[in-house]
T-cell receptor
Framework: QQQVKQSPQSLIVQKGGISIINCAYE??????FPWYQQFPGKGPALLIA?????SEKKEGRFTISFNKSAKQFSLHIMDSQPGDSATYFC?????????????FGTGTKLQVIP | EPEVTQTPSHQVTQMGQEVILRCVPI?????FYWYRQILGQKVEFLVS????????KSEIFDDQFSVERPDGSNFTLKIRSTKLEDSAMYFC???????????FGPGTRLTVL
C-alpha cells in the first residue's frame, strides 16, 4: 500500500516531442506528489509537485496531471530537449508533522535524441 | 543558493567495518533524512530525524544503523558492521518545515568489499 508504481522504465523521445511518464499509488493518505529529476552522479532534485486539490499544475514545459479518483498522476514534458535526458522519479508523501518521508517510484530513464 | 553537502563522495570499506557518512544540511532546516539508492533501483527512505530524535525509520534501518546530529551543523549516518548489500548511494535530505520540499545532497557512494 506504500508503493508508488511508475512506467515506463525507459523512454526515448525525439527532440521537440512530448515525454509522458505515468504513476499510480494505493495509499489515499498521500497528499503531496512531487516529481524529481536525477542526473547521473547527482541527488534527486525537485522538479514540480502537486497536491490532490488540483487536477493539473504547469511550470514552463513541465505539467503534472492528477486524477484523484483513479489514484494516478503523470508528468508531461513538452518540447523535450536533450538537456532533459535524466532519470525521473515520481513520488508521494504525507506532508504534515515533520514525518514527511518520500516514497519514490521506480524511476524512468528518459533519453531525448536530437 | 544554499545546498545540502555530503562527505565523502565515495567511501570504500571492507565488510564488517564501521562507516560514518556525513551531511551538512541547509543551515535553517529542522528536519533531516537519509535515503539510499542501490545501483539502478529506486530511492528508498531510511530514517527521518527531528528535534534530536528519530521521527520514523524504515525496515531497512535496523540495529546496524544509527543517526546523530553531533553539533549544530552535521548530521551523520553510521553503519556499525557493513555488509555487501549496504553498497549503495546514500542521500541526505533536509527541509525547513514539514510543509516544504526536501532538498537532497549529492550523495555518498558506499562500496563494501
Amino acid at each position: 500500500q506504500q508503493q508508488v508504481k511508475q512506467s515506463p522504465q525507459s523512454l526515448i523521445v525525439q527532440k521537440g516531442g512530448i515525454s509522458i511518464i505515468n504513476c499510480a499509488y494505493e495509499n489515499t493518505a498521500f497528499d503531496y506528489f512531487p516529481w524529481y529529476q536525477q542526473f547521473p552522479g547527482k541527488g534527486p532534485a525537485l522538479l514540480i509537485a502537486i497536491r490532490p486539490d488540483v487536477s493539473e499544475k504547469k511550470e514552463g514545459r513541465f505539467t503534472i496531471s492528477f486524477n484523484k479518483s483513479a489514484k494516478q498522476f503523470s508528468l508531461h514534458i513538452m518540447d523535450s530537449q536533450p538537456g532533459d535526458s535524466a532519470t525521473y522519479f515520481c513520488a508521494a508523501s504525507k506532508g504534515s508533522g515533520g514525518y514527511q518521508k518520500v516514497t519514490f517510484g521506480t524511476g524512468t530513464k528518459l533519453q531525448v535524441i536530437p | 543558493e544554499p545546498e545540502v553537502t555530503q562527505t565523502p563522495s565515495h567511501q570504500v570499506t571492507q565488510m564488517g567495518q564501521e562507516v560514518i557518512l556525513r551531511c551538512v544540511p541547509i543551515s535553517n532546516h529542522l528536519y533531516f533524512y537519509w535515503y539510499r539508492q542501490i545501483l539502478g533501483q529506486k530511492v528508498e527512505f531510511l530514517v527521518s530525524f527531528y528535534n534530536n530524535e528519530i521521527s520514523e525509520k524504515s525496515e531497512i534501518f535496523d540495529d546496524q544503523f544509527s543517526v546523530e546530529r553531533p553539533d549544530g551543523s552535521n548530521f551523520t549516518l553510521k553503519i556499525r558492521s557493513t555488509k555487501l548489500e549496504d553498497s549503495a548511494m546514500y542521500f541526505c535530505a533536509s527541509i525547513a518545515t514539514s510543509l516544504d520540499e526536501q532538498f537532497f545532497g549529492p550523495g555518498t557512494r558506499l562500496t563494501v568489499l
